[in-house]
């Protein structure tokens, strides 16, 4: 198995360009998430899916749309870029049971810069 | 805002020496898991705790869960050069996983 890919690695946009992260995993794994990742913070959750066409927002959602139109794959588009969406973006992915967490397993992340 | 928070931000150690890390939540949980983040690196699952879990062991590893305090705390024994890396508690509600802002672990050969 892949386990969880993200492409691409490394990007940069100018301010107002969209763009799409792509994220797929080959486990059937219900629930995908996408969380972003600023110098010395944790992770906020953008958005989320628990499964083929549910998606939801997470804390941090606006700027950011999201569908899942087959399991394997979660892309993260970003409307109309800004500076303030430098930072890197990691997608997981986990069996998710009645609302119960498991282990995520995460992708290498995209690092975005915006200019 | 965050659900989990570690403490403290950053610890400096020795190798050898044991490193604790606290994680505190705020609202009920049905498990609460730990992850490792090496520098430029995903996150990588350590350890899961369930709610009428107390303590859990995986190799150096020992986590202990108290939901009256809402607080859980991570040990790693014997410290090696090699666990230095930012460790993250994450909890969740129904369907939203939420981590902490992280621990800085520094191990000095």
């Known amino acids: 198995n892949a386990g969880v890919t993200q492409t691409p690695k490394f990007q940069v946009l100018k301010t107002g360009q969209s763009m799409t992260l792509q994220c797929a995993q080959d486990?059937?794994?219900?629930?995908m998430s996408w969380y972003r990742q600023d110098p010395g913070m944790g992770l906020r959750l953008i958005h989320y899916?628990?499964?083929?066409?549910?998606?939801d927002q997470g804390e941090v959602p606006n700027g950011y749309n999201v569908s899942r139109s087959t399991t394997e794959d979660f892309p993260l588009r970003l409307l109309s870029a800004a500076p303030s969406q430098t930072s890197v973006y990691f997608c997981?992915?986990?069996?998710?049971?009645?609302?119960?967490?498991?282990?995520?397993?995460f992708g290498p992340g995209t690092r975005l810069t915006v200019l | 805002s965050q659900q989990g928070e570690e403490d403290p931000q950053a610890l400096s150690i020795q190798e050898g020496e044991n490193a604790t890390m606290n994680c505190s939540y705020k609202?009920?949980?049905?498990?609460l898991q730990w992850y490792r983040q090496n520098s430029g690196r995903g996150l990588v699952h350590l350890i899961l705790?369930?709610?009428?879990?107390r303590e859990k062991h995986s190799g150096r590893l020992r986590v202990t869960l108290d939901t009256s305090k809402k607080s859980s705390s991570l040990l790693i024994t014997a410290s090696r050069a090699a666990d230095t890396a930012s460790y993250f508690c994450?909890?969740?509600?129904?369907?939203?996983?939420?981590f902490g802002a992280g621990t800085r672990l520094a191990v000095h050969p």
């Open positions: 997981a992915s986990s069996y998710n049971r009645a609302g119960v967490h498991n282990e995520q397993f």
């Open positions: 486990m059937n794994h219900e629930y």
């Open positions: 899916s628990v499964g083929a066409g549910i998606t």
């Open positions: 609202t009920s949980i049905n498990n």
């Open positions: 705790i369930r709610s009428n879990e």
């Open positions: 994450a909890t969740g509600g129904y369907n939203k996983l939420i």
